[in-house]
């Protein structure tokens, strides 16, 4: 089956004393709050049918040699990784011209595009949402302590958003690398350090 589907979470803490947590997913499209509840990010009403002529015609296109589609729901992920490296580029072109023609913004991943729909909502807007639905507007740039650590291209749209307000980190290994963060680290085990640093200091 080339097609795979999977709930794709990731999660961003908002430290307090209560270290409650919101799971977001599908670069903040999707948002399960610490209740249970959960918010999604409205869609255009054709978006079903873009997502099916998307998949139809990767299926048919370039879903081969070691090639398959992952359906997160709200989005799209077209993998490469296990394409023989002589055949990768051409099916990685094929791919993004195929997304782009069905209407789709072209994320890049490792060894991987993300196929995402054209709303102007990023990890960035979610983040800003999140901090003001919980604290008031604007209010949490005085009260709260925000911290946001992400390994991926989008998760600059946050950093950026959160610039000023927050201690941010670009997970890399490149020590040269160009982000919006405030700090490089070079592994998430880094994070959980920095993490359980915080936690300690909470008790």
């Known amino acids: 089956?080339?097609?795979q589907y999977a709930q794709c979470l990731f999660s961003h803490c908002l430290w307090k004393?209560?270290?409650?947590?919101?799971?977001?997913g599908n670069h903040g499209l999707e948002v399960i709050y610490p209740d249970g509840t959960k918010y999604t990010h409205q869609l255009p009403n054709e978006f079903n049918n873009q997502v099916k002529e998307l998949t139809d015609k990767l299926e048919k296109s370039v879903v081969r040699d070691g090639a398959w589609i992952e359906d997160k729901g709200a989005s799209l992920t077209f993998h490469f990784r296990?394409?023989?490296?002589?055949?990768?580029l051409n099916i990685e072109s094929t791919a993004?011209?195929?997304i782009e023609s069905c209407g789709f913004k072209v994320g890049n991943a490792h060894m991987a595009l993300e196929a995402r729909p054209k709303v102007q909502w990023n990890k960035g807007s979610v983040s800003l949402m999140l901090l003001n639905k919980k604290y008031g507007d604007n209010k949490w740039k005085k009260n709260v302590k925000v911290i946001f650590a992400g390994d991926d291209t989008t998760d600059e749209d946050a950093m950026l958003a959160l610039k000023g307000n927050a201690l941010t980190f670009r997970i890399v290994p490149n020590p040269g690398f160009e982000t919006h963060a405030n700090k490089l680290l070079s592994s998430t085990e880094s994070v959980v350090y920095?993490?359980?640093l915080i936690s300690s200091l909470l008790k």
Do not use: D, G, T
């Not at 004393?17 to 977001?24: E, T």
């Not at 296990?82 to 990768?88: F, I, L, S, T, Y």
């Open 17 to 24: 004393k209560s270290r409650k947590r919101q799971a977001i």
């Open 96 to 98: 993004r011209k195929i």
């Open 82 to 88: 296990a394409v023989p490296e002589e055949k990768r």
């Open 194 to 196: 920095i993490l359980k």
């Open 1 to 3: 089956m080339p097609v």
